[in-house]
């Protein structure tokens, strides 16, 4: 009975520790605590993020390009839109998002560099945006075709 629960014990050691992964230098895990910020709203008055586009196709480029492109949004909702966190897939796709509150019918956008330094062929990175909307979090994509430098 004992080497049952040692065995489950290095078990749960172990599905831990695989669950905890990184990527780039970049927790799997994003806190979502922003969700929470105005639970005493009582009027049932809600921010809602409203994009132009939630995925962009750069083409064809060549192996160390970089790609900016700018997803534009508005606030739709009744009530201030915060962006809490934005988090690319891999430390090749960089966000930089609004910090500061955004009131409805407001507009803002999300700046996404894309450096294919290293990367070849057909290549799809996402960036992961936790809000205080519902729900707390959005995906944009940006994607294309990386050509390597010597052919």
Known sequence: MRKIG???VISVFVFASCNNKKNDGFEAKIDTDVVNHDVNNESGDKPEITFEELNYDFG???E???VTHSFKFKNTG???LII???R???GCTVPKYPTQPIEPGETGVIEVEFNSAGKQGIQKKTVTLVTNTIPSTKV???SGEI???IQ
Request: hydrophobic share 40%.
């Open 140 to 142: 944009l994509t940006i």
């Open 147 to 149: 050509t390597p430098l």
């Open 78 to 80: 009744k009530a201030d």
């Open 88 to 90: 690319g897939n891999c």
């Open 84 to 86: 809490g966190d934005a």
């Open 6 to 8: 040692i065995l489950f």
């Open 64 to 66: 160390g390009s970089k």
């Open 60 to 62: 064809t480029i060549k």
